[in-house]
């Protein structure tokens, strides 16, 4: 398909684990922005892939988390010693270039996590 | 501190009528908003924007309108339909130069009946 695509799709995890969640995005698009949404939440910005350009890490909630993006391919984000706390959906976009007016983000299906 | 809120966690409405989600903002910086529908399982898919310069954005059965002195923007789905029954996200975009990420609502959850 050619649509965002995530990885895996469910994964549940003991506390204190840690665990990769996956993201490749649609061909093309050079901005990857990772968001979670947590129960009875909204959609809560975690990290943003620009290109070659450092990130924008101004959402991630602790130094448990990181994530890394290939090129202008693959992205990765790692959560290390999982908490309860981290249960959410974990939602990846993408975007066709650097932030136009009309360039809406395109989100893949999401991975579920569970720590138990 | 949110500074996207949908105050209605839900909202229930009668196929072929209209269904008015609303969301309000704090930051005044915000300068472009967006509707983002999603269905279980599934991730947000994009429905309409507009931006702070406009009051109103149609696009078929799909209007947004948007008052910045009040800071209230509003989703009108007319006529409703079953279909339409979904997860319905407001979210809001700072100024030119920023990253483009966007500031989420809690979400509205929209039940059409048939």
């Known amino acids: 398909g050619a649509g965002v695509s995530q990885s895996p799709s469910n994964k549940v995890t003991e506390k204190g684990k840690d665990v990769e969640l996956r993201c490749d995005p649609i061909?093309?698009?050079?901005?990857l922005y990772w968001y979670r949404q947590s129960l009875g939440q909204g959609l809560e910005f975690l990290i943003y892939?620009?290109?070659?350009?450092?990130?924008?890490k101004s959402g991630l909630p602790s130094d448990r988390f990181s994530a890394e993006r290939t090129g202008e391919s693959v992205s990765t984000l790692t959560i290390q010693r999982t908490q309860q706390e981290d249960s959410a959906v974990y939602l990846c976009?993408?975007?066709?270039?650097?932030?136009?007016?009309?360039?809406?983000?395109?989100f893949g299906p999401g991975t579920r996590l569970t720590v138990l | 501190d949110q500074q996207v809120k949908q105050n209605s966690p839900s909202l229930s409405v009668q196929e072929g009528r209209i269904s008015i989600l609303n969301c309000d903002y704090t930051?005044?910086?915000?300068?472009?908003f967006l509707w983002y529908k999603k269905y279980p399982a599934e991730g947000p898919t994009f429905l309409i924007s507009?931006?702070?310069?406009?009051d109103k954005n149609e696009d078929g059965r799909f209007t947004v309108f948007l008052n910045k002195s009040a800071k209230h923007l509003s989703l009108h789905i007319v006529p409703s339909q079953p279909g339409d029954s979904a997860v319905y996200f407001c979210?809001?975009?700072?100024?030119?130069?920023?990253?483009?990420?966007?500031?989420f609502g809690q979400g509205t959850t929209l039940q059409v009946k048939p």
């Open positions: 979210a809001a975009e700072l100024g030119s130069g920023n990253t483009g990420k966007l500031i």
């Open positions: 507009i931006s702070s310069i406009k």
């Open positions: 892939f620009q290109g070659n350009s450092a990130p924008d």
């Open positions: 930051n005044s910086m915000f300068d472009y």
């Open positions: 976009a993408s975007r066709p270039a650097p932030p136009g007016r009309l360039n809406e983000q395109f």
């Open positions: 061909s093309g698009h050079t901005a």
